[in-house]
């Protein structure tokens, strides 16, 4: 089927600010210009993109950290390209600086394939900065620059309406929902989409430090929860939100996550694997066993090779054999990149996904 990227069988049981878009080397010049070559189903990331700053020497926290090196990033600019890499259709909307770093980001948005006429560019605020490292003790470590950042000042009647209506999955994140007017643009975009028929599918990627508390983010993330038809969290996550409970008890997960209308909730145990649960099944499906260089991006990179097939297969959640092997390729993608430093440097293409399943299949 056209835009399906999956190859194999493989069962391991505030006040309007003003804008700019893309440079003529990007965009071209007129409003929410695009080009409409999609290779299949589209998928359309909200979110934000930003630069993170990295020390180019591992196990070094962010103060001793001698140097850093640039990667570009942003949870659902992660699964834009990643879905673009694997063959698939994607488009990011967002907002960046009117500056050198939100060029940067655009133009890497068009490199990797990647429709970026919804990226907008702001006159008044920058592109956002973040440093991470990981410390001696393997314990991440953030610091943002982002007071405000452009992508906090995207407002709803900035949106491009029309990408949204053209695409079969509508993706986004929860850092949009922390301030106005990016809240505003976040609730407008997923009713546009809601309307049109898309599949909405939600990865809170929990970033605490950006809350202003533990609650408010426990409240912002649940707001938006039962629009979703497919919701992907962490480990970690499930026992934030339960405020301890055991993230690997049925009961909880289905008591307190998966309300009525949820097609699918996976639960990612990085190299373990996933579980995954709908009305009618659930399951776990194995990961793989890789070297693990930076998990940077990985859960993107996960949702990226499951969103790339649930496009083309869009009841795949009523056909468990399918939905184990979309998990499979899912959770290959994700040991692919943690071999690699960076996020979006380090998310795989097709071959390199079809070669680690092959590998463990073979092995």
Not at 78 to 107: C, H, P, Q, T, W
Not at 137 to 155: H, R, T
Request: charged residues 25%; proline residues 4%; contains cysteine.
């Amino acid at each position: 089927m056209k835009g399906c990227c999956f190859p194999v069988t493989l069962d391991r049981s505030r006040r309007r600010r003003s804008f700019k878009l893309a440079r003529s080397s990007s965009s071209g010049s007129s409003k929410h210009g695009r080009r409409e070559n999609y290779k299949g189903p589209l998928v359309v990331c909200f979110g934000e993109m930003m630069i993170n700053l990295v020390p180019t020497m591992s196990r070094v926290s962010i103060a001793d950290a001698a140097a850093y090196k640039k990667f570009p990033s942003g949870a659902t600019a992660n699964v834009a390209v990643g879905i673009s890499r694997l063959g698939g259709s994607s488009a990011f909307i967002g907002k960046v600086g009117n500056d050198e770093f939100g060029y940067m980001l655009s133009d890497i948005l068009k490199q990797n394939g990647v429709d970026n006429s919804g990226l907008l560019f702001d006159d008044d605020a920058r592109t956002a900065l973040a440093f991470y490292a990981l410390k001696s003790n393997g314990e991440p470590e953030f610091m943002f620059y982002k007071n405000p950042s452009a992508d906090i000042l995207l407002c709803p009647e900035e949106l491009d309406v029309s990408l949204i209506k053209k695409a079969t999955i509508f993706h986004y994140g929860s850092v949009s929902l922390i301030k106005e007017p990016c809240r505003s643009a976040h609730r407008a975009a997923m009713n546009v989409a809601k309307v049109s028929g898309c599949i909405l599918s939600y990865s809170p990627n929990l970033a605490l430090p950006l809350w202003p508390s533990k609650e408010a983010a426990r409240q912002g993330i649940m707001s938006i929860w039962n629009y979703a038809d497919i919701i992907k969290v962490s480990v970690d996550e499930v026992r934030f939100l339960t405020e301890g409970d055991d993230p690997y008890d049925h009961k909880v997960i289905m008591k307190k996550l998966h309300p009525y209308n949820l097609k699918l909730l996976v639960v990612t145990e990085e190299e373990r694997g996933c579980r995954y649960y709908t009305k009618d099944f659930k399951g776990w499906v194995a990961g793989f066993e890789v070297d693990t260089v930076d998990t940077t991006g990985a859960g993107d990179s996960f949702v990226a090779g499951l969103l790339s097939i649930v496009a083309a297969h869009n009841h795949i959640y009523k056909d468990e054999k399918r939905l184990r092997e979309a998990l499979d390729f899912a959770n290959a993608c994700g040991a692919v990149t943690v071999t690699k430093r960076g996020a979006i440097p380090s998310l795989p293409t097709k071959d390199a996904v079809i070669r680690m399943l092959f590998s463990c299949f073979n092995s």
